[in-house]
């Protein structure tokens, strides 16, 4: 588990191309620090496994899975990239519950500047809309953040310059792709609530019954 809180970013050093899987090597500092072999790094949002380390880099396999739903199919060598390790037992939690599991990409839109605030508006893949709601969480690029403007295609988010200055985002244009996270809670309610996936002879948790006991 992760909290969207970046640690620091990190530079791809190398990208192994395989048929349909990658091995990418990531120069960094911080993350390294207490790393071992088969540990977790977000990497633009996507939990990574270390599968080795080298001086000032780790290297991690991506899957072809990996490759379909995310940005790190256009990586390429000096492409910078959000790192985070995993939340240990006894840290803060600063963010939101980020899993590390993306689940698509979206395209930038806009970006413009508000005061000291930079907004980006973003066009998320086919489906994900439902997800997103109004003052809820979303991580972009692994970036814990609030959403605060919907409308039927598109959403927004508001960037402190602390975040815009910490992260990938200051090198972000229109027109990119960047990884999207949408809250693991209302995916799993929207799962319950569907009648047609409960067990049998059970009738699952249904709209009447949340409205029955106060929901």
């Not at 492409?79 to 939690?93: H, I, Q």
């Not at 602390?162 to 996270?181: A, F, M, P, W, Y």
Request: charged letters at 25%; hydrophobic letters at 40%.
């Amino acid at each position: 588990m992760f909290t969207g809180i970046i640690e620091e970013v990190g530079t791809i050093r190398s990208v192994q191309r395989g048929r349909d899987s990658e091995i990418v090597t990531v120069s960094a500092s911080k993350v390294l620090e207490g790393t071992k072999i088969g540990d977790s790094i977000a990497v633009n949002g996507i939990c990574l496994t270390v599968t080795s380390l080298s001086d000032g880099a780790f290297s991690a396999d991506v899957m072809h899975e990996t490759l379909n739903r995310s940005s790190l199919k256009g990586a390429s060598v000096g492409t910078k990239v959000n790192l985070e390790r995993a939340m240990p037992a006894d840290g803060r939690f600063g963010g939101h519950i980020v899993s590390g599991h993306v689940d698509g990409t979206g395209s930038i839109t806009s970006i413009r500047r508000d005061d000291n605030a930079v907004w980006f508006t973003v066009r998320p893949a086919a489906g994900l809309m439902r997800y997103i709601v109004e003052k809820g969480s979303v991580a972009l690029d692994g970036i814990s953040l609030t959403v605060a403007k919907v409308t039927p295609e598109t959403f927004s988010v508001s960037i402190i310059p602390h975040t815009l200055d910490q992260t990938v985002l200051s090198h972000r244009k229109v027109g990119d792709d960047i990884n999207i996270e949408t809250d693991i809670i209302g995916k799993y309610v929207e799962h319950l609530l569907k009648k047609d996936e409960a067990p049998a002879g059970r009738s699952g948790i249904t709209e009447e019954f949340l409205e029955r006991y106060g929901f």
